[in-house]
């Protein structure tokens, strides 16, 4: 059973990398993702804490407008309406889960969809055959 | 209970660059060693790393570990493992200018800030940075900011990949110079490292040993020798000293199981970190060392500075495939590293290209944009090229680790307390080192620029050397004031920054402190010619 805080990780997951004609966090797992970072890693109580105040504010269930709105604010380290001072810092929250579920997203396979990335190339011999200039001035 | 074992020459904690090549060059030298380190031993490279930004990001030093104050941001900057830094570092390998030995003289006092000479000069260190250079392998041509006297680049330069040409570009139109960036990712092969493939992995640990790490190429040959003792997974937790305060005689350290062990040693050294140095000798208090070993100048911990950084990319109307190639320094320009006249901040700045993987730069140049417009941008990854700016930060004495004794992780070390401020100068250094980002890659032909938000990197300065015991923990050869059998290695020692990365200095320091250590053994570091013999 995952936690009550698990559907808005889910929505800002796909508030962050939308999907569109390409994948985005909702065909890469970035939430499930991210989630086994907050449950297992150290030191993630505050994205925790401030996931819970996402549910106080039932992020998940705005209308889209609204769900736009609040991601506008915590970006600018603004606290959207219903935050409240025992909740961790507005920017801070936003600056660790922006990173955790973007970071995610774009080291994934799926995203190389996006990016062009073609990935590990060690075992193919890397990239070295494609320096342009091998004397550089 | 703890566990005493027998007594060893020298115990090292912090696998790092500086303890790894300590252990390699002592252990090669006849001194037997203990290496403690706090992370685990990637003892094969090629199959424990997987060329994965998220997986691999476990030998990352949690940043998580410490609480912070101030103005600056976070970035301890290291790694989390045997190899220490060098496991995650990207091998730019600076010499330090002459005049950054003496910034006091040079640029003098700045308001705030605790700016002081270095007790020894470029001319002492230069003898080092040779032999470091040639040990470790550095790729390089004489740049147009080289002292005339240095002798060639060990190894030759890598050539340039279409990123790196592209931006190359820019710098030309606006008059600026630029050169291959000196760097110890190998273009040809040694012994136990196999020359660079380009897979861009750099800071998520190097498969093939092709960038410089302790772990690769200092610590299986130290293991060879016999004399080397290697503890991964072990924290260490308080210097003991005799009971008159002067010498340092074992180090109490925990093993990730919990069990507690002492290791007596003649020799200490402490090379752990500019944030775990302090940690660890302010932990280390006692009757006759109160204010914390090592620590009668009251300066241990303080004068903390880093380098305040920002990385720039451009996207362009062509492929420049930014994976390609090793993570900075293909190309640098240091036209702006030192202090310019007429300017309104002293010091200067060191650009740097780079080639971001993915999530590195969504989460890096990119970190002002979120939902549409970054997956927009992303779109364009194969089209960017960029550059990481490097402003010397100046120390100050209010920038400082503590520890608070009412708060112990799981191995019962208090936990460290970084207050750190970027000081004005800090902010003017930036401000103008992300206008010439941006100015050079709109001439460089990049038709929209992203700006990452300042981050600092290379924390520094919280044991810095001097020659007066009231005004420095150390002295030049690294053997702290109050007791001189306790040495300290690594970026805490140095009173200045400089705006080259450091861990070529870290290493030329680490030899000098190597050559002093041995000698209370009667003892004698081999040349690097004499240790190539060995390894071939």
């Not at chain 1, 970072?37 to 994205?47: D, K, M, S």
């Not at chain 1, 915590?74 to 936003?94: N, R």
């Not at chain 2, 600076?94 to 470029?122: E, N």
């Not at chain 2, 200095?505 to 250590?517: F, G, K």
Request: a negative charge.
């Amino acid at each position: 059973m995952p936690e009550p805080w698990f559907v808005h990780l889910e929505a800002f997951a796909e508030e962050m990398i939308p999907s569109d004609d390409l994948p985005g966090a909702r065909e890469a797992g970035t939430a499930e993702a991210a989630a086994n970072v907050l449950r297992t890693a150290p030191g993630q109580e505050q994205t925790i804490r401030g996931l819970e105040a996402l549910h106080r504010l039932g992020f998940a269930d705005m209308p889209p407008a609204q769900r736009l709105q609040t991601m506008e604010q915590l970006a600018k380290g603004a606290p959207p309406p219903g935050w409240t001072a025992a909740d961790p810092p507005a920017g801070k929250f936003w600056q660790a889960l922006r990173a955790l579920t973007v970071s995610l997203f774009y080291g994934s396979d799926t995203s190389r969809q996006v990016t062009g990335f073609p990935g590990p190339s060690l075992d193919s011999g890397g990239y070295v055959r494609n320096i342009v200039e091998r004397q550089p001035r | 209970m703890i566990l005493e074992h027998e007594p060893v020459d020298v115990c090292i904690v912090g696998a790092g660059a500086a303890g790894g090549l300590l252990a390699r060059l002592l252990t090669d030298a006849g001194v037997h060693v203990v290496l403690i380190d706090a992370g685990p031993y990637y003892s094969d490279p090629k199959t424990m790393f997987h060329e994965d930004e998220i997986a691999d990001r476990r030998i990352w030093w949690p940043e998580d570990m410490y609480v912070q104050t101030g103005t600056a941001p976070r970035g301890l900057n290291s790694g989390l493992g045997v190899g220490g830094g060098t496991l995650v570092w990207t091998g730019a390998t600076f010499r330090l200018f002459p005049d950054d030995f003496r910034v006091l003289s040079v640029d003098g006092q700045q308001p705030g800030a605790s700016v002081a000479d270095w007790p020894i000069g470029y001319a002492n260190l230069a003898p080092y940075y040779d032999m470091v250079e040639r040990h470790i392998g550095v790729a390089g041509a004489f740049t147009p900011w080289d002292q005339p006297d240095r002798p060639p680049y060990p190894q030759p330069p890598h050539g340039y990949y279409g990123h790196t040409v592209a931006i190359r570009r820019g710098f030309e139109r606006l008059g600026l110079r630029t050169a291959p960036g000196p760097t110890a990712v190998l273009s040809r092969a040694k012994p136990r490292r196999a020359a660079c493939c380009g897979c861009g992995f750099c800071m998520h640990g190097c498969r093939t040993g092709s960038m410089y790490s302790t772990a690769v190429a200092e610590v299986p040959p130290a293991l060879e020798t016999g004399r080397l003792d290697l503890r991964p997974e072990c924290v260490g937790r308080r210097i003991s000293t005799s009971e008159d305060g002067t010498t340092a005689e074992a180090v109490e350290y925990v093993h990730k199981d919990g069990q507690v062990h002492l290791q007596p040693a003649r020799v200490v050294i402490a090379s752990c970190h500019t944030v775990e140095i302090p940690r660890l000798l302010l932990a280390s208090a006692s009757a006759k060392h109160p204010n914390g070993l090592a620590n009668s100048s009251d300066q241990l911990g303080r004068n903390m500075m880093s380098h305040p950084s920002a990385h720039a990319i451009g996207t362009f109307p062509e492929s420049v495939n930014p994976w390609e190639g090793y993570a900075l320094n293909h190309m640098c320009c240091l036209d702006f590293a030192q202090t310019q006249p007429g300017k309104p901040y002293v010091r200067g700045f060191t650009m740097e290209t780079s080639a971001p993987l993915p999530a590195g730069a969504a989460t890096g140049s990119l970190a002002r944009l979120w939902g549409a417009e970054l997956k927009r941008a992303m779109r364009q990854y194969s089209h960017m090229a960029g550059f990481f700016t490097i402003c010397e930060g100046l120390p100050m004495p209010t920038n400082r680790v503590t520890i608070d004794r009412e708060d112990l992780d799981r191995f019962g070390l208090p936990r460290a307390h970084l207050h750190y401020d970027w000081h004005t100068n800090d902010v003017r250094l930036m401000d103008a080192a992300q206008e010439k980002s941006v100015e050079v890659l709109k001439a460089a032909g990049a038709t929209e620029v992203f700006r990452q938000p300042s981050v600092q990197v290379h924390p520094l300065g919280t044991a810095r050397m001097g020659s007066d015991p009231a005004s420095s923990v150390v002295d030049a050869n690294g053997a702290s004031h109050d007791v001189p059998n306790l040495y300290l290695a690594g970026g805490a020692l140095f009173p200045t920054g400089s705006s080259v990365n450091p861990t070529l200095t870290i290493l030329a320091l680490a030899w000098r402190t190597a050559e002093h250590v041995a000698a209370r053994f009667g003892r004698r570091i081999l040349s690097p010619e004499e240790m190539e013999q060995l390894d071939s």
